[in-house]
């Protein structure tokens, strides 16, 4: 209904929909039907807390901007010069229908490519595009660019997604985040953490390449070079085998392979994993030990170590040390990645699954450079990407290797639609631009990836402009396509309410009502205390990465320091990572003067030492590069890196580098084993004085 009735000032419940495993449940300051005030965390939920990030508080500068987009524009110039008039919505409309139809005429149905990620989490607004895309059979997209590396490594041992409750983290001991900075990218991590420290004296233990803002606050600092956790994680095993550490009837019940592992690992000492690491044995030794004596040891495992080309097996590797030690048996011990697993959504409805075509080709996200430059081997064995709607993600400044990107987006014979909140790089390439509403504009619902709550929400204020949601654009398109699906004649409330009932849940009133609810299943299935639902019912210390994805054949299956990461060499002897900056997400909040001011500029952390011999000083440029490219920074002297490792907090847009080229300019689009992904932190380069 309309919100003009409402509009004296009103606490109204919604959920953050960002790229984040928090899902925050807020409370949002409703100052009339059109304008918010200040965004809180919701002190009611258990996990959220009342806390909720800074950039999300101050979400009124995104929602209110004046940059935002608010009618149809139509490119009148060169792809990328920023030149648009406006038009109506029937001439938008009619003008990407009859591009789509156009295309697969020519080409058939894959030649379209319909492409998305998690600008918003909200099911219906994310995943609604693959209703377009089954119904009208165009090309599929495997969605790899975040989790796919990371879940690899998870189900290899344990089976499925899942694991200890995160809010067990505040009965823990000893807590280890490992590849993970939650004070910059999932804050609530740390209200629990926080608690455990403050009632029960808890120590905190942070792995990470660098001093992260996490890391500070930690209570002790592993500095792994990228790429080497697994040969960390090894020599912990090893520690807890070889001094009595391990939970011998744990292992005896429980997992698969303790035999050969412990052979395995008579050879993966402290010793080793320092020359692998960088981590001084020692360290690994009292780490190892506390661990092995402290019985409510929590693992929170991060994305960061998994964005290599080896990350599936370093996340293998982690995650079996909970099993070597027997942690699972005890509340606040174990290891969580996400709870994904405690949710049962049946999305038929929203994403039109049960229309897929057999045989539909399905391009790979990550590699969107080389599948719009025609070098990807999937694209060459079809027709070309000629027609594409990009939603909920800004691959122009996102995604790997940059330069293919942009050579592709600006290919005379792709027609590109973007539905966007603000004229991103990626919308500066785009022949039509539709205004998208945020998600204060609209209803929607909610898994999360760092809590078990089921969330949904109603929209909280109208839609500036004439702003239309995604669930809304694909439904018009749908129609002027000749397109059918029940979805179609349902407006978000109905089809949520719809999916929630099909799916055994309370009603979208009703869950509008109740905010949230939990759906963490018994301590018993989240410590897999009834077995782990893999082939052995037990956890299997062998992966079979063959069995995992296609590109796994030929991986060792038992925890080990896989090499097949892009090695230091004399011609590029540092490694980069490009961990998230603290006031952006992904390139989600660029826009915003406070976030702006607060990172200032791109920047790259390089060890004092590492300056000094090169000859340059804190904030002189330098140049970084590899056979990919090079760009442009400033740098920022900081000793809480390893002389080799350099680290540039990202993303930010093209432009705000000196040469219109950003850092993903020098990440790769290699497909990791066994199923694909991103390897944003896998990049050896080199580095002068610019």
């Known amino acids: 209904m309309p919100l003009d009735a409402l509009d004296s000032p009103a606490i109204v419940p919604s959920v953050c929909p960002h790229d984040c495993p928090s899902a925050c449940a807020l409370e949002v300051e409703r100052l009339d039907a059109h304008t918010i005030g200040r965004v809180r965390g919701a002190a009611s939920n258990d996990y959220t807390a009342g806390v909720v990030c800074a950039k999300v508080a101050r979400y009124a500068e995104r929602v209110h901007h004046p940059d935002r987009l608010k009618v149809p524009l139509l490119r009148v110039g060169p792809k990328g010069s920023d030149q648009f008039r406006e ?80 809010r067990e983290m505040a009965e823990s001991d000893l807590i280890v985040m490992w590849g993970g900075n939650p004070v910059s990218t999932q804050v609530n991590v740390m209200t629990h953490v926080s608690r455990a420290r403050k009632q029960r004296g808890a120590h905190f233990v942070v792995v990470d390449p660098y001093r992260t803002p996490t890391a500070e606050a930690a209570d002790e600092h592993v500095m792994v070079r990228p790429g080497t956790d697994g040969a960390v994680a090894c020599a912990i095993m090893h520690v807890l085998f070889r001094d009595g550490y391990a939970d011998r009837d744990y292992l005896a019940r429980y997992t698969e392979g303790a035999a050969e592992l412990e052979a395995h690992l008579a050879t993966r000492t402290p010793a080793w994993a320092e020359a692998v690491s960088g981590v001084p044995a020692a360290q690994i030794e009292a780490l190892a030990a506390r661990y092995g004596r402290t019985d409510r040891a929590y693992i929170r495992v991060g994305y960061g170590f998994a964005r290599s080309r080896n990350g599936p097996m370093q996340v293998h590797a982690v995650a079996s040390i909970p099993a070597v030690g027997g942690k699972w048996r005890h509340r606040g011990g174990g290891a969580l990645w996400k709870v994904d697993g405690y949710y049962t959504v049946d999305k038929t409805l929203i994403e039109a699954s049960d229309r ?19 070098e990807d081997a999937v694209v060459r064995r079809g027709p070309p990407v000629t027609a594409m709607l990009v939603q909920n993600t800004n691959p122009a400044a996102v995604a790997p290797d940059s330069h293919r990107v942009l050579r ?22 785009a022949d039509v631009v539709l205004p998208a509403t945020t998600f204060l504009e609209h209803a929607d619902i909610y898994t999360a990836g760092g809590h078990p709550h089921l969330e949904v929400h109603d929209r909280v204020i109208e839609a500036p402009g004439q702003c239309r949601s995604n669930h809304r654009l694909q439904n018009d398109l749908l129609r002027r396509l000749g397109g059918e699906h029940p979805a179609m004649d349902m407006t978000e409330a109905e089809l949520i309410d719809a999916t929630l009932k099909r799916s055994g849940y309370p009603g979208f009133d009703e869950m509008v009502g109740r905010k949230w609810l939990d759906v963490s299943p018994s301590f018993e299935e989240q410590h897999f205390l009834n077995g782990f639902p893999t082939k052995s019912g037990r956890f299997e210390f062998a992966a079979d990465w063959a069995a995992v994805g296609p590109l796994g054949a030929g991986i060792p299956g038992l925890p080990d320091h896989v090499d097949i990461i892009d090695r230091a060499t004399d011609e590029k002897p540092y490694r980069m990572v490009t961990a998230p900056a603290r006031n952006y997400l992904n390139t989600s909040f660029t826009e915003t003067p406070t976030s702006r001011k607060r990172e200032a500029r791109p920047t ?15 904030g002189d440029r330098v140049r970084l590069g590899n056979g990919q490219g090079s760009v442009v920074l400033h740098a920022r002297l900081f000793d809480g890196v390893q002389p080799t490792t350099v680290i540039v907090e990202s993303v930010w847009p093209n432009a705000a580098f000196e040469e219109g080229i950003g850092i993903n300019a020098l990440t790769s689009a ?21």
């Open 356 to 374: 897929i075509r057999p045989g539909t080709r399905v391009l790979d996200m990550s590699r969107i450079g080389p599948v719009l430059t025609g």
């Open 87 to 166: 038009i109506a919505w029937d001439e938008a409309l009619d003008r990407v229908a009859g591009a789509f139809s156009e295309a697969a005429a020519r080409h058939g149905r894959e030649t379209v490519w319909p492409y998305y990620f998690a600008g918003t989490m909200g099911l219906v607004n994310r995943d609604g595009i693959n209703r377009l895309r089954n119904v009208m059979g165009y090309s599929g997209q495997d969605a790899n660019i975040c989790t796919t590396v990371v879940k690899a490594g998870w189900i290899a041992g344990a089976g499925k997604v899942g694991g200890s409750d995160p």
């Open 670 to 690: 290699d497909s990791p084993p066994p199923s694909g992904g991103a390897v944003f932190h896998d990049t050896a380069v080199w580095m002068r004085r610019a």
């Open 408 to 429: 592709g987006l600006n290919r005379d014979d792709l027609f590109l639609c973007v539905h966007e909140q603000f004229l991103t790089e990626t919308a500066r390439h």
């Open 604 to 618: 790259v952390m390089v060890h004092p030492d590492t300056a000094a011999a090169l000859g340059f000083g804190d």
